[in-house]
């Protein structure tokens, strides 16, 4: 950080308000901001994507009123998007909020978001050219082999890589292989020395730690919901546009699921009920990945929004 903030003179941290889906963390994001003057950032992969509102729970303008709110309706859906491309948004997007006088205030589910925001992600490393070529050649070798071949040799020159990457994640699975062959180094590798700049600002995570049951009932109700406002409708607006099936927003809890309700193999009932249960596994992923942040992560009570923010709040405040 290369210069203060007035901001950053009042609070010794930018709070990121993280956790799984249905916890909670939208109202206390937007209750820091009110008490604090702050405008709201978005951490969450499928958030980005315009047109995908009820599936992804996105605030709606009575409850963001007129707090200023970013990183959300960026790319059309079926565009790539990585952690790459959200640092490289985000951060510029914190220090204007900065620069203005205001205090960012963070929030979302995505575990790789807010790790990069915390431990510092530099991506100005590297041969873009060379990447881009490299990815060609193995979009064609794919075409001509199969998704088997590619991850058989990640798996050789970058088990650690492959260990987090499904096999059939051929986007991804590409782009690791990419990095191999155009800087002859492995993904992970990679990834690891991206860390070694640290981050760009000084953040604080938070999150609201429910029990299981209560969780679990909060997800159930927030499925409900989401089906009477109309997810239908914006599957079935992916599937008409052609978005190609294998792409990330299809991969939203929520959507996939409806795909087989929009070609009539099952139920609305069915549908929902997968979705009930895809939606509790996605967020006991999430949390695993946050408790994996052990002390990085500092849990709060499920308490009123007023009285968390507030707890927040003191917490990051400078003596």
């Given at each position: ?161 492959a260990k987090l990457i499904h096999p059939n994640n051929t986007r991804r ?77 299809w991969q939203a809890i929520g959507y996939k699921e409806m795909l087989k309700?929009?070609?009539g193999e099952e139920t609305i009932d069915q549908a929902a009920d997968r ?45």
């Amino acid at each position: 950080m290369d210069k203060s903030y007035p901001a950053l003179e009042k609070y010794s941290f930018i709070p990121v308000i993280a956790g799984p889906t249905a916890s909670g963390k939208s109202a206390l994001a937007l209750e820091i901001c009110r008490n604090a003057d702050g405008e709201l950032v978005c951490a969450d992969s499928m958030q980005i994507y315009r047109g995908l509102d009820v599936g992804t729970a996105k605030d709606n303008k009575e409850d963001l009123g007129d707090i200023p709110h970013y990183m959300t309706d960026i790319v059309d859906p079926g565009t790539d998007f990585s952690v790459y491309d959200y640092i490289n948004l985000a951060i510029p997007v914190i220090k204007d909020i900065l620069e203005r006088g205001k205090l960012p205030v963070v929030c979302g589910g995505t575990g790789q978001y807010i790790s990069a925001l915390l431990y510092g992600l530099d991506y100005g490393d590297g041969d873009e050219e060379a990447e881009l070529q490299a990815t060609k050649e193995l979009e064609e070798e794919f075409e001509r082999s199969g998704i088997d071949v590619l991850y058989d040799r990640l798996v050789q020159v970058d088990p650690e890589a492959a260990k987090l990457i499904h096999p059939n994640n051929t986007r991804r699975v590409i782009r690791a292989l990419a990095v191999y062959k155009a800087l002859g180094i492995t993904f992970s590798e990679k990834n690891r020395k991206s860390k070694d700049k640290g981050p760009e600002y000084p953040f604080k995570v938070f999150m609201i730690d429910w029990n299981r049951e209560e969780l679990y009932g909060r997800i159930n109700r927030r499925v409900d919901v989401m089906i009477e406002n109309g997810i239908i409708d914006e599957a079935r607006m992916l599937m008409d546009s052609g978005v190609d099936r294998s792409s990330t927003c299809w991969q939203a809890i929520g959507y996939k699921e409806m795909l087989k309700y929009l070609d009539g193999e099952e139920t609305i009932d069915q549908a929902a009920d997968r979705i009930r249960i895809g939606t509790r596994h996605y967020a006991k992923r999430q949390l695993t990945w946050l408790r994996g942040m052990g002390e990085d992560v500092t849990l709060l009570k499920p308490d009123s929004p007023d009285i968390n923010a507030k707890i927040i709040l003191d917490m990051c405040k400078k003596n």
